[in-house]
């Protein structure tokens, strides 16, 4: 098959490379589109240890079941792989589980590829009227999903004012799950003006360059966590709030602790997201709960490593490129 392979810092290429082949419990998956994660970035600058060169990159995938009884079935691809045994994975909490693995990292390739392997269980059937296009940002709007219904819980009820930072795909997914799961005040900041404006178009969040001073939101989600992000959700939150963190930029630095413990207010890392919050949202993008979802910009694969490249230059206004194989 063909595949984007990451082969080195900045580089990727298209080559020809085996077919996968299922393991017991799992079946295998036609690639119909895939989405260009944060992380995924991470990888191609050289930054996550967890990634390394080769690696077929990608695991925000849609396709086509092409192995076993379901053979023909149209899919999204929850890509944790996990042991389904053990306390969190009883629990419900299966992105806790010690065990797990994401498709796009050792010894799971991904989905810049005609086709992957993964546990049947986590593929989870689309109506043949929602494109692969679509159906492929229930991974990436999952994690916003998961992120809300923990800030939600914590506050008693949905957040009113929602402070949203940075509107890639996971800030922008985590603004229409808030507003989905009843906020009625969600503001996107996003310091990038091609994007910004690119917002604006899409749908009719406020969406700002910098954070609006004296807003006070219930709840902080920090979508690039970087330490100045984080110094900014620990300054700007109402006292008794919720930050929610989800990005993955930069391991340290930037909370106000002292402000955090004089003002009782809830720091809430948040990782991915359980199967039944997968699920949740595929019917949520089903139903049209999350907008039409067509704000991607979509590429041939073969144009990944373009598209990569246009990513970490701040040239591409989307909040979400997806490849076609």
Known sequence: MKALVYTGERALEMRQVPDPVPKPGEVLVRVDAVGICGSDI????????????????????????????????????????????????????????????IISMPP???????????????????????????????????????????????????????????????????????????STDVTIVEPNAIRRQRLTEIDDFPVVERAPSGAAPDLVIDAAGFGATRAVASETVRPGGVILHIGLGQATDGLNIRRMTLQEITFIGTYTYSHSDFEECTAAIIEGRLGRCDWTDIRDLADGSAAFAGMVGNAIASPKVVLVP
């Not at 957040?159 to 603004?175: D, K, Q, S, Y």
């Open 42 to 101: 991470h990888a191609y600058l050289g930054h996550d240890e967890r990634r390394p060169a080769p690696l077929i990159l990608g695991h925000e995938v849609a396709g086509t079941i092409a192995s076993g009884a379901r053979t023909g079935q149209r899919v999204t691809v929850n890509p944790l792989a996990t042991c389904g045994t053990c306390p969190a994975c009883r629990e419900g909490r299966d992105n806790l589980c010690p065990e797990r693995q």
């Open 108 to 182: 799971r390739e991904g989905g810049f590829a005609e086709f992957i392997t993964s546990p049947e269980r986590n593929l989870v059937a689309i109506p043949d009227a929602l494109p692969a296009t679509v159906a492929c940002l229930a991974e990436p709007l999952a994690c916003g999903w998961h992120a809300v219904k923990l800030g939600n819980r914590v506050l008693g009820g949905p957040a009113t004012r929602v402070l949203i930072l940075g509107g890639g795909a996971i800030g922008f997914g985590a603004a229409l799950a808030a507003r989905a799961l009843g």
